[in-house]
């Protein structure tokens, strides 16, 4: 389901990917009920459904209604209901609502998906060539939207999941995939040198306005660890008092420690839960995900962390974390693993615009620039990423306390 | 559907009735999805899916658990996720997130059910005449703890309905039942003489502790009107600014009517509401209901009021609520209309104790007392009340503020 | 400095009643600095310096506007800023932002309450007769409504001082007064009759609409106890897990226990309370009251309660609370003591209107009626209260969670 | 009262230093009563006392209880209530809560001041060289945070004032100093090329943590304005609708603008305002500063913006902010003015730690560090910043939807 991107992608290619990237946001759906896929377990989480239809609603809105002529839309009351942030297209269904929506039911959203699907490619099988390179973007970007809400559709579900006191797994436990790695043991330091460095998407190929324009920074030398952090450190810390120490803290992350009762990562169950009762498990933390309850994996990366926890281990283990820029200059270093695939990584880097940033034209203003405040990147990408969906220069973001991603870290330290 | 109460019920009217009771919740939930079942729109309702399930725990707790010998539990997870408020009972899930329980599915809960079902129906077969003084009164409770919840299925539901944009109805429009029907004009006022009456629930047949003990009351004399509040009635009093006018209102009415900005009663749309864009409709009130939406029909009885509007709408007609005891002792009265089966009635009177009131003994001690404070006595039952499940001695209690029941008024004033 | 209730007071004797209860205000207020009497504790309470002002503002806009011809108001911003709740009066200074007044500064509020005294007291020199019918019942009032304030100004500022972690004292702990007398022991239970009760005020003399019209009720048989309750008594309660046992409490109660993690009165200190770190206290609980930090005094009066700790105490105890009604038909028997002077008194009877109500005409409309809900009765006065004040059948009110008052109970039981 | 700062200050320098600094704080309180040092108007804001008596404590705690043998402290239990946010200093009253400390009086306060004052004379007097090294370090930075916390006295206090519907001047109108000066017509772009610039403190002298280590960075090619942006081109952004448009604003920052009911800057009034209803002014906006209430000056920068409002602004400008860097690096363009001493200035740059960054040791790690996410540096300095205070390596920082500082903005962009 990788996203090819050739230089000059044909209709065709276009086309397969198109039902690809499609369909698969369908899978993610499959093992979920209808009354799973409806329900929302907070107002930064969105339902299933939603997703679905809101991936739709982005190509019937910005795609097939200024673009495909004599297009009827599938139910003019969906452009209120399925409109995510978007100011410039007027009202829209208040967010912490959406779990309120049992109405399209599932069977109309997956109708609603046909609908638009076949008109997509009915615009794209007669598009001329001076309509595909206004459409070709277009349908680009789509694409690369619905690709961030499959993410998010799992992310989402979990919390959902977690949320009930059953704890039910979104997969078999012994199914296929959405499992992370182990790390490789020892952790080791990479030495990286100062300097000039090059930042932001290189020219060709799909990338997000955020990630540009290109442009070098300036990074003193450092040391960057060649793996992840897992969990068996961070029960480290755990154990060590990490969430009684305020020293270790960013002053708003003690006070969301406080306030929250957080006491190890979002999904970690102690021996003696209560949820635990009827499961019969051993001693020791029980990880909550995708597989539903299983023993910590000490070698598997943490996840599930907020900034305010990654910045205190690091803390902690007397060091801090990586700035965005070198996470990325360290991309294509020799010896180091684990930079996609695992987790997102929180980097020490606050989610401002590139010198020179400009955002998209359109509707697709609102995509990224207007979230360039208060928020932190995260580097890389998560076993929930849709493969081939990241890019180095990819720079993901969420507020600080924000916990319910596959989230972890990297270390680093000055030299 | 009507509960009969025999003076002796023989098991056998006992188990038709107990059928009867429980095949109607079923039929309740049919025209809903299970979507629609699952959901809970603001944390006083609950999903359908969770009022068939609790009613289902209350029979195994209260009566199968404590006197079915060797009764294997569906699963005794359910135990915290059905318990509604019973504290003696341990802890339960917390009434704000009901709405998360997508697991156990609705295929469960009515497995859960049938489970529940045979056991009782196992119970009733075999009970000896010693079990049966004992199994009988918890059955009874069982039945009416259960008829209460069918109304809230309804009511909750409409919650539901009533906050998706799109306005689904729960049933047709021209399907049957539960519509309100029209109240005869012109409304008259019945004198009624002052003096001692006997309040509270006659020996004999079911009725809850809170209705008891039967006690003299003295009246002043005073007059009652012989019908409710129309709709027409009320839409006058909005268009007269009755929302807009803080004299005709308690204090902490009129901080909601700004709180929350009413302008009407729950349902209502005005006009030019954008909900109605799509509809076509002519201008006017329109009203949604069970049906869905339709226009305000005048002489239907108004609905979905909160004390502070009935309160405020007797206020501007120069009237009163009458008390709870006006309201019972005039509940034979001649001429006298409506004063069951269309809204409940809002008295002006505090859910106090009676005087000598205990509660139940064991578990059900928490059915009723303990809410005995902050709250408004309505008597009468509504549209959505199972027809024979209330009394003229049925006490209804519900906060000032709540509006998203079947309620309304009656008018009274000194003479 | 007893309200003298003549049945024709001659301004003489008024003139000398308004200079008596406006003086107190000011003794009142004496030990407390200009920053002491400008700060707001909580949303319920006021500043002592708005209370000074607001009484002032009550005969400036009630009497001295529409009666007193050629009146010039002390500041025409004043009318903004030292309304309570006047809804009739127009918009006013946020409740809760009292306490940001720190102008007009509190010798300013002296010069108002100067500049209307002294108007006041000509437009009684002047009064011609027909005046005086107007005059009299509005300066009546007025004074009712000062020494109501004057309560306030004490169990506010006393909670103000209590929010501080120095605990200072309002008076010195040596000096005079304000001093909870000891309940005699043992506790005797009075047998009551039931039957027909005469309640409300007796005509002649100064009433608040509330407790009108005079009605008759009919009461059963029952018992109440000679005395208070005492903190002795409640620190039982305490000791034996009162605050923990769910099965004692009101619903609402429970929650508040939980919610505010509510343990013992509302100013009582654990032994171990930091707060009395610097103090060389020993073992024991600690009371915070007018007079600083004192030993619990078992046979005083317990104060400080909820109505929920109040009814809490008595399902305690094997008892219930009197209702208000009890409270008054018992009011003269023989043998009862501490019915007024010490605490006010929490009964079973919520805040409603009486048969045949009408609440004062004009402005003061608003003076009571509006809160007929929601809140609970308290009979009796006390040692807060000017002396003089109340009446049997006076009837106090507050919501059932509200705690800074002098508030403690009577048992009383069913017979 | 500018700091000076030779690089090896006699201790009588210091000493003279020391004196003017504490004296400073005590000037800017004078214009206001007990009654307006007391008060606390929002929790970010602190009372003017509070600020005299932390200062204090700071100085006590930090420098004389570690450092001067034999320190008596004034009252150990301000220890408790005079710390803001040292973690490792234990428990502290809870910052909303700073309004509520009538006791210690403000004459407490004062004899608080120069008792530690006196202290810290006679630890200078009598500093050998060895203590020397210790002493001086802390003791400057105890000078610098109190006028930081002088700063604040006055914008804490024009918010309380504010609060006030009588918007009281803190200074009288036609008195000295503390206005902001005219901007220079024309707006002037000044072109900055790119390349690498050294920011950050230069050896030598006093700064803060934040501020160091001194680094390169990389910079292109841009022009800055040649001064702040003032309230006549602000009144032009307000009057073209730029409160309505959300195109124009972060996303953040237009739920702010909704949630909050922003329609101009913080203390702008419209000339229909009813507080301004006995003043007589003449149309137009009013601004409410130091000196009280006074028509909009429309060549005087404007202040008390947010973030949000700034980037909004210079969006609707066809500009952006400038980041820290080339602020800083335009400090000494010729040709630039008001870079402080009017307003301090918004920049597009969060608030991350410097490549390198250390914070100091001891208690004063958590000076600056800890805050270090969510928040906006800002530059330059402000009317109401200490003379001398400042430096242009200086990094002042807040929330973004802060406004009530002495805040503005110069614009920049792209080349």
Redesign the interface.
């Known amino acids: 389901m990788n996203l090819i991107r050739p230089k000059l992608p044909a209709a065709e290619a276009l086309r397969e990917l198109f039902e690809a990237v499609r369909a698969h946001s369908l899978e993610l759906a499959a093992p979920l ?7 929302q ?1 907070m107002p930064d989480a969105s339902p299933t459904k939603w997703h679905l239809a809101h991936t739709t609603w982005f190509f019937e809105t910005v795609l097939l209604q200024p673009h495909a002529s004599g297009y009827q839309a599938f139910d ?2 969906f452009h ?2 399925f409109n995510s ?1 978007y ?2 297209l007027g ?1 829209r ?1 208040p967010r912490p ?1 959406r ?8 069977d109309e959203v997956h109708a609603y998906r046909r609908h638009v699907d076949r008109a997509v490619l009915a615009l794209l099988a007669h598009a001329g060539e001076a309509d595909w390179a206004t459409i070709e973007p277009i349908l680009t970007l789509g694409l690369h939207h619905e690709q961030q809400h499959q993410e998010l559709i799992l992310t989402d579900i979990l919390h ?1 999941l977690w ?4 704890l ?1 797994a979104y997969r078999a436990p012994g199914g296929p995939g959405l499992r992370l790695a182990s790390s490789p043991p020892p952790l080791n330091w990479l030495a990286r040198p100062g300097g ?1 460095a090059e930042v932001g998407h290189v020219q060709g190929g799909f990338a997000f306005d955020n990630e540009m324009p290109r ?6 030398p450092h040391a960057i660890a060649d793996r992840l952090v897992n969990c068996g450190e961070f029960a480290q810390f755990v154990a060590d008092g990490g969430y009684q120490r ?2 270790l ?6 006070a969301a420690v406080q306030a929250q009762g957080w006491r190890a990562p979002a999904y970690w169950l102690a021996a003696d839960d ?1 949820r635990l009762a ?1 499961e019969g498990v051993p001693g020791g933390w029980q990880v909550f995900g995708l597989h539903g309850v299983r023993p910590l994996e000490p070698e598997a990366p943490v996840a599930q962390l907020s ?2 926890e990654a ?1 205190a281990y690091a803390e902690w283990a007397g060091a801090r974390l990586p ?1 965005e820029f070198e996470w990325e200059a360290a991309h294509d270093a020799p010896d180091i693993t684990q930079m996609s695939g695992q987790v997102w990584q929180w980097t ?6 590139y ?2 940033f400009r955002p998209l034209a359109g509707v697709a ?2 995509y990224n620039g ?5 928020q ?1 990147v995260l580097r890389g990408g998560s076993v929930a990423t849709p493969p081939g969906h990241t890019r180095p220069s990819y720079r993901n973001f969420f507020p ?1 306390a924000a916990r319910w991603q596959f989230s972890g870290l990297r270390l680093a330290k ?1 030299l």
């Open positions: 009920s209808a009354e799973d896929q409806c329900i377990s003019p009351r209120y209901l942030y100011e410039a009202p269904h609502q779990g309120l929506l049992t109405r399209p039911s599932l959902a949320c009930n006191p059953l039910p000039v442009h070098q920074v300036l990074l003193r305020p020293e803290w960013l002053s708003d992350g003690w209560p009827h900034f305010f910045a700035t020490r880097s606050s989610y401002d615009p010198p020179g203003a609102e207007k979230f360039m405040v208060g932190l600080p000055d």
